[in-house]
């Protein structure tokens, strides 16, 4: 089994990027999972919540955590989850859709080659069509 994703983020922006994924990169062997941090929401909860999630996916691959916005509270929920001795995760924050899209197409690649390539996805997939 390869390496379990986890999407920390504000209300319902992992759900619709994978949602999209999953429309674009049919049949997918990835085990992802979403998890949707709202404004009223305890922290602590959410992290409890993240905790479990990384147990159910971390099946000896680790986990690769995606966040959508470095400094919010999913992000800094993401980075707690380092805090424990035997987490085997790597995280990024700025999730978008070519990073995702880029993970889906390489399932089978181990924690520190995913993250590579999730990062290079995201950075590719950002572009000037004009000159400023």
């Known amino acids: 089994m390869g390496v379990g994703i986890l999407i920390i983020s504000h209300d319902g922006i992992g759900e619709s990027l994978c949602d999209t994924a999953d429309h674009m990169v049919e049949d997918s062997p990835l085990k992802v999972k979403c998890l949707s941090v709202s404004r009223e929401?305890?922290?602590?909860?959410?992290?409890?919540?993240?905790?479990?999630?990384?147990?159910?996916?971390?099946?000896?691959?680790?986990?690769?955590?995606?966040?959508?916005?470095?400094?919010?509270?999913?992000?800094?929920?993401?980075?707690?989850?380092?805090?424990?001795?035997?987490?085997?995760?790597?995280?990024?924050?700025?999730?978008?859709?070519?990073?995702?899209?880029?993970?889906?197409?390489?399932?089978?690649?181990?924690?520190?080659?995913?993250?590579t390539k999730a990062y290079s996805g995201g950075i590719d997939g950002i572009t000037i069509a004009n000159k400023l």
Do not use: F, W
Request: aromatic share 2%.
């Open 41 to 115: 929401c305890d922290p602590d909860k959410v992290l409890d919540a993240a905790n479990s999630l990384i147990n159910e996916l971390d099946k000896g691959n680790g986990v690769l955590v995606l966040t959508d916005l470095l400094g919010s509270t999913p992000s800094n929920i993401a980075h707690r989850l380092n805090q424990h001795k035997n987490a085997n995760i790597n995280i990024i924050t700025g999730i978008n859709l070519s990073m995702l899209i880029r993970i889906y197409n390489y399932p089978d690649l181990n924690l520190t080659d995913m993250t």
